[in-house]
């Protein structure tokens, strides 16, 4: 005990040594004689107050050896009152077993229907939190949670309250599986922003707004898909979501709670213009080429169509009209009557031979585009396969997903040049088959009409 | 009777929309068809006695404007027998290009399928597999019935013109 007395004491000492000598310091002698003086002075004044503190710390002895004593004492009570306190707990405890033995006894076979209740509160509460009918009422699992742990727990017992609101809550997921509703709840946008919309409920099934956007419900969230499902299906979520009554068609995907992979695959499945697109700068060059087959297949039409029509009226009339290809070959005899039949022959085969080219413009190319798009369309399709295999070499065929899809693509450009190639094949027939009626009658009936023509005169 | 109505419905809606092309381009095709047949069996008759009678009532048939004038009568008959014979021709060779149409469409089905389920499923893409084998059947069917057709209905034309060239004698 003295010694650490002692050394409390040193330790006091040299914090006032340390004090006193920046104390001194700060004092900011003048001269070296100055200082000398200053530290003679602190010298005398240390050793007074040394001198002071040893006298109370001898003072204060007596009154520690006190204190212990007391202490000492204080320590037996407190064991001694210990060693009472672990009698009870041990007769206690004994107790507590004996009271549980009794419980036990006592709920004898209503144990085990405890526990099918635990379990079926923990199947429930799973079911719930997927189950699509949450969003409308939301918080139903935090009582089975509850129900739960007060089960777990071994001091506790359900009161018939809570184990008639597990049979209604069951009843209830049952009902609202079979019904469709209309119910308020915040949705979340694909931007982000929640705002409170009307919703429709079908059973466990889907949930969609009124406008017929498909929503996903995920952990008591609500939020609008991102993507919609294309055509038919949003009209028929909202032609349902605005019934008042009767009958209304509406896919459901039974294949999930929460939406399910069907409407996931509808979901993913590209669109006609995602299709196209999918063609690359291939598929835009067949298409390009299409719409100008097309248009040239129109134009020629409609050019054909007058000619026809032209010539169709100079058949009839017995004067030569230059508007039409027959009137300017007829021409050529109206204005040379006189000439010898060999003659006449010729110029009009070399007439013929000069509209012949006017009428056929334009099917060539029809024909050549009919037969270049379907192998544009290969074309595009090879190249679009190297883009796949290409990436197989790189990442490997471990993905099917990956190649189906870019084979998928490829298969486009086919599908173009064939869409492509067929109208324009039916288009070149039927612009051909007009060409070919002009230039044979051209070509095979002229001289007949002007031999007619001849055999007239002569007879009047 | 509606037993066959629902199956054939089945059919095609196993085989997509382009077997609905086909069917139209089959329907087409065989009206022309039809439609010539008809133009043989019934109406050519008359016409040929007509082209006939008037050759015969030229009081002379040596001269170059006789000549000149049988041509034209052929030449107006073979028109009248040649009509839609190309259009059907072009339908027969479009039926082929039709399945193979349906044949690719089906194949994007069958890949997109793949691209969607990771291509597990073998049932899902089954249906991919029948759309993209029936139309090319479908083509292949319809093309065969017009190629047999066409060729009847070719070489009715080309015998009738050839009966009606004998007919039109140039001397007695």
Same mark, same amino acid.
């Given at each position: 005990?003295?010694?650490k ?13 340390? $004090? ?23 010298? *005398? ?18 009154n ?23 009698a009870?707990f ?11 033995e ?5 709920? !004898?076979?209503?144990?085990?229907? $405890? ?50 609101? *597990?049979?209604?809550e ?11 509703t209309?119910f ?18 079908? !059973? ?6 009124t ?36 009958l209304?068609? $509406?896919g ?27 063609g690359?700068y ?10 100008f ?22 058949? %009839? ?16 005899h ?23 080219? %006017? ?6 190319l ?5 037969? *270049? ?5 290969l ?15 790189? $990442? ?10 870019g ?17 324009t ?5 039927? *612009? ?24 007239a005169?002569?007879?009047? | ?7 054939? &419905? ?15 381009? &089959?329907?087409?095709?065989?009206t ?6 008809w ?13 006939i ?31 839609? &014979?190309?259009?059907?021709k072009?339908l ?15 194949m994007?089905?069958v890949?997109?399928i ?59």
């Amino acid at each position: 005990m003295s010694v650490k007395f002692v050394k409390a004491a040193a330790l006091a000492l040299t914090g006032v040594l340390s $004090f006193s000598a920046s104390a001194v310091m700060a004092q900011e002698a003048k001269s070296l004689d100055e200082l000398l003086n200053y530290v003679k002075q602190g010298q *005398v004044t240390e050793a007074k107050e040394n001198r002071a503190r040893e006298a109370k710390f001898s003072k204060d002895k007596a009154n520690q050896a006190a204190a212990l004593k007391r202490a000492e004492a204080e320590r037996a009570r407190q064991e001694q009152l210990s060693a009472e306190l672990e009698a009870k707990f041990e007769e206690n405890q004994l107790l507590i077993a004996a009271k549980q033995e009794q419980l036990q006894e006592r709920l !004898g076979t209503l144990t085990e229907l $405890f526990g099918h209740l635990t379990s079926a509160a923990g199947d429930l509460s799973s079911n719930l939190e997927v189950s699509l009918a949450s969003a409308q009422y939301p918080g139903r699992e935090v009582f089975l949670k509850d129900l739960i742990d007060k089960m777990s727990s071994s001091d506790q017992l359900p009161s018939i309250e809570e184990i008639e609101r *597990v049979w209604f809550e069951l009843m209830r997921e049952i009902r609202e599986t079979g019904v469709v509703t209309k119910f308020d709840a915040e949705v979340a946008s694909p931007a982000g922003e929640r705002a409170p919309r009307e919703v429709l409920r079908v !059973g466990a099934f889907n949930l969609v707004d009124t406008d017929g956007n498909y929503l996903s419900y995920d952990s008591g969230s609500l939020s609008e898909l991102p993507r919609q499902p294309s055509g038919p299906y949003t009209g028929w979520a909202a032609d349902l979501a605005n019934a008042t009554g009767g009958l209304n068609s $509406f896919g459901i995907d039974p294949t999930g709670p929460t939406g399910g992979s069907f409407l996931a695959a509808i979901i993913d499945t590209p669109t006609l213009e995602e299709r196209w697109h999918q063609g690359g700068y291939v598929g835009y060059a067949i298409t390009a080429v299409g719409i100008f087959a097309f248009l040239l297949a129109i134009w020629r039409m409609i050019v054909l169509t007058a000619v026809g029509a032209k010539v169709n009226s100079q058949l %009839k009339s017995d004067k030569a009209n230059d508007n039409n290809p027959l009137g300017r070959v007829l021409k050529i005899h109206e204005d040379n009557p006189t000439m010898d039949t060999e003659t006449l022959e010729l110029k009009l085969s070399e007439g013929v031979l000069k509209e012949t080219p %006017k009428l056929e413009s334009g099917l060539t190319l029809l024909k050549i585009i009919a037969a *270049v798009a379907p192998l544009m369309g290969l074309l595009g399709t090879v190249t679009g396969m190297i883009i796949t295999f290409q990436a197989i070499t790189i $990442f490997g065929a471990g993905d099917p997903k990956a190649m189906a899809g870019g084979i998928s693509g490829a298969l486009i450009t086919t599908v173009l040049g064939l869409l492509v190639a067929i109208p324009t094949v039916l288009l070149h027939t039927v *612009v051909n088959g007009r060409a070919q009626r002009i230039i044979h009658i051209l070509d095979e009936q002229t001289t007949g009409m002007i031999a007619e023509h001849t055999e007239a005169n002569l007879r009047s | 009777m509606g037993d066959l109505i629902e199956v054939l &419905l089945g059919f095609m809606d196993k085989g997509g929309d382009v077997l609905w092309l086909i069917a139209a381009l &089959l329907f087409v095709m065989w009206t022309l068809i039809f439609e010539r047949f008809w133009y043989f069996q019934m109406g050519w008759k008359k016409d040929v006695a007509q082209v006939i009678a008037k050759w015969e009532g030229r009081p002379e048939r040596k001269s170059w404007e006789a000549f000149q004038i049988r041509q034209m009568m052929i030449s107006q008959s073979r028109m009248q027998i040649n009509r839609n &014979l190309p259009v059907i021709k072009t339908l027969v060779a479009l039926c082929p290009l039709l399945g193979l149409l349906g044949t690719v469409t089906g194949m994007i089905e069958v890949f997109n399928i793949m691209a969607v389920t990771g291509g597990g499923d073998a049932k899902s893409m089954a249906g991919g597999v029948q759309q993209a084998t029936i139309p090319t059947m479908a083509g292949m069917v319809a093309a065969l019935s017009g190629v047999f057709a066409n060729t009847y209905v070719t070489r009715i034309a080309q015998r009738e013109g050839e009966f009606l060239q004998d007919n039109l004698t140039t001397d007695h």
